[in-house]
């Protein structure tokens, strides 16, 4: 059996082989999006001298104390004027400066008197104060946003003051979810008998959908050899790239998955993974006409969730270039019960204490990974590596923010 970081490695250098190609799309639609180009400043930012206050525009003479008011410039309509030591300019934040300026005086620190501007008692002023240079946030031709980041609202301003009305980024992946089990019934069906609510298949495709990539629902199947195969031949003459099925890769008689993967022609990459949760994880390769691979996830609710995030999720961020996982230290404020050498996932609580300057989790009473309610009640997986046994109140520990 391979342990995690050996698995981790083989879905990561597998990925590479997807050659995600890139769209252009509207910047209003690029939210969220992995950028696939350089970006590089069209034009200076500012793109001229600029004031930074509501104010008046001066030549500095340190001797001035009084200037007469020639005129005024607003924001987007500029006025030709040229300062001399004893002349003013009524002037607006943002608005191109007259010729010669080199101090701006909030409107707060001056008197108008008679045609005059005034500086305010017990008011002074320095040289370039409040005056925003040409090109001083970001000169012309210099590299504003490099690709392979993800586009969150903080960097649209600056995507819009270079010009990208367009902006190239890479096509979302397409996952097909399929889940299989005679126990399966729809989510808004009656629970009677030994039925269960299908629910992997909507925490595995909003689990896509939540880092922005797209799912395709191909529901879910009984345990029947014939049906599953049915459906998988489906899948993968569908566009997808990645497939993500859940059931049915265990050991028990009706496990189908590995057997029928392998009937179709996908190179199993490997099938059991040195973890807790979900140590059943089949990883393939289809390669006829294209390549797509397959990820035949453990049925358990909490197994399946936490190897998509663990796994899938994390390499597909970082064949675009992004380092995904939110991981913080963090110091354990219980004892963990860990005996087994496999590396563990454990839902936990995670909190900030402000007073300490640290982060401390706890780890849930329960760890079943049949276990719906811990998972919804955390917000945390507490990594307690291989060689680590029972790990101490006051230990610090990893813990992946999900
Ligand atoms: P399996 O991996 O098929 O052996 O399933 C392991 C456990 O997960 C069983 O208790 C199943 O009933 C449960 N399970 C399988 N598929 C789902 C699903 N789609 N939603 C919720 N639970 C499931
Ligand atoms: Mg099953």
């Given at each position: 059996m391979i342990s995690y970081s050996q698995a981790y490695k083989i879905i990561q250098n597998e990925l590479q082989k997807l050659k995600p190609d890139t769209e252009e799309v509207d910047l209003l639609n690029s939210l969220n999006r992995i950028l696939a180009e350089d970006v590089y400043a069209d034009t200076n930012l500012p793109p001229f001298d600029n004031s930074a206050m509501d104010g008046y525009a001066v030549k500095f003479n340190p001797s001035s104390k009084q200037w007469k008011l020639i005129g005024e410039i607003s924001a987007g309509n500029y006025n030709r004027f040229t300062l001399d030591d004893d002349s003013a300019v009524l002037i607006m934040t943002g608005s191109k400066l007259p010729a010669n300026t080199s101090a701006v005086i909030p409107i707060e620190d001056v008197v108008i008197e008679n045609g005059y501007v005034k500086l305010a008692e017990g008011k002074s002023f320095k040289k370039y104060q409040h005056i925003r240079k040409m090109g001083e946030d970001l000169s012309a031709g210099i590299l504003a946003l490099n690709k392979n980041q993800l586009i969150t609202s903080n960097k649209i301003s600056l995507l819009g003051a270079c010009g990208k009305a367009k902006?190239?980024?890479?096509?979302?992946?397409?996952?097909?979810?399929?889940?299989?089990?005679?126990?399966?019934?729809?989510?808004?069906?009656?629970?009677?008998?030994?039925?269960?609510?299908?629910?992997?298949?909507?925490?595995?495709?909003?689990?896509?959908?939540?880092?922005?990539?797209?799912?395709?629902?191909?529901?879910?199947?009984?345990?029947?050899?014939?049906?599953?195969?049915?459906?998988?031949?489906?899948?993968?003459?569908?566009?997808?790239?990645?497939?993500?099925?859940?059931?049915?890769?265990?050991?028990?008689?009706?496990?189908?998955?590995?057997?029928?993967?392998?009937?179709?022609?996908?190179?199993?990459?490997?099938?059991?993974?040195?973890?807790?949760?979900?140590?059943p994880l089949v990883f393939g390769v289809y390669n006829k006409k294209r390549i797509m691979f397959v990820f035949?996830?453990?049925?358990?609710?909490?197994?399946?969730?936490?190897?998509?995030?663990?796994?899938?999720?994390?390499?597909?961020?970082?064949?675009?270039?992004?380092?995904?996982?939110?991981?913080?230290?963090?110091?354990?404020?219980?004892?963990?019960?860990?005996?087994?050498?496999?590396?563990?996932?454990?839902?936990?609580?995670?909190?900030?204490?402000?007073?300490?300057?640290?982060?401390?989790?706890?780890?849930?009473?329960?760890?079943?990974?049949?276990?719906?309610?811990?998972?919804?009640?955390?917000?945390?997986?507490?990594?307690?590596?291989?060689?680590?046994?029972?790990?101490?109140?006051?230990?610090?520990?990893?813990?992946?923010?999900?």
């Open positions: 902006v190239t980024v890479y096509r979302k992946l397409k996952f097909g979810v399929l889940a299989t089990g005679d126990e399966l019934v729809d989510i808004d069906s009656k629970i009677s008998g030994d039925k269960i609510r299908a629910t992997n298949l909507y925490s595995i495709i909003t689990a896509v959908n939540e880092f922005n990539m797209d799912a395709i629902n191909f529901g879910f199947v009984t345990d029947n050899k014939e049906k599953i195969k049915t459906k998988l031949v489906e899948a993968f003459e569908s566009d997808i790239d990645i497939l993500l099925t859940t059931g049915g890769v265990s050991v028990g008689k009706y496990d189908y998955l590995k057997e029928l993967f392998t009937e179709l022609g996908i190179e199993i990459k490997f099938f059991k993974v040195n973890i807790k949760p979900g140590k035949g996830l453990p049925g358990n609710p909490v197994s399946s969730y936490v190897n998509f995030k663990i796994f899938i999720k994390s390499a597909v961020l970082e064949l675009f270039g992004i380092k995904n996982e939110r991981i913080v230290k963090a110091e354990l404020s219980e004892p963990v019960t860990k005996k087994d050498d496999k590396r563990n996932f454990l839902r936990g609580m995670l909190e900030f204490n402000p007073e300490k300057g640290k982060y401390f989790v706890k780890a849930a009473q329960a760890q079943s990974s049949a276990d719906m309610a811990r998972l919804a009640n955390v917000n945390c997986l507490i990594v307690v590596e291989e060689e680590r046994t029972n790990p101490q109140k006051g230990e610090e520990v990893e813990c992946i923010i999900i």
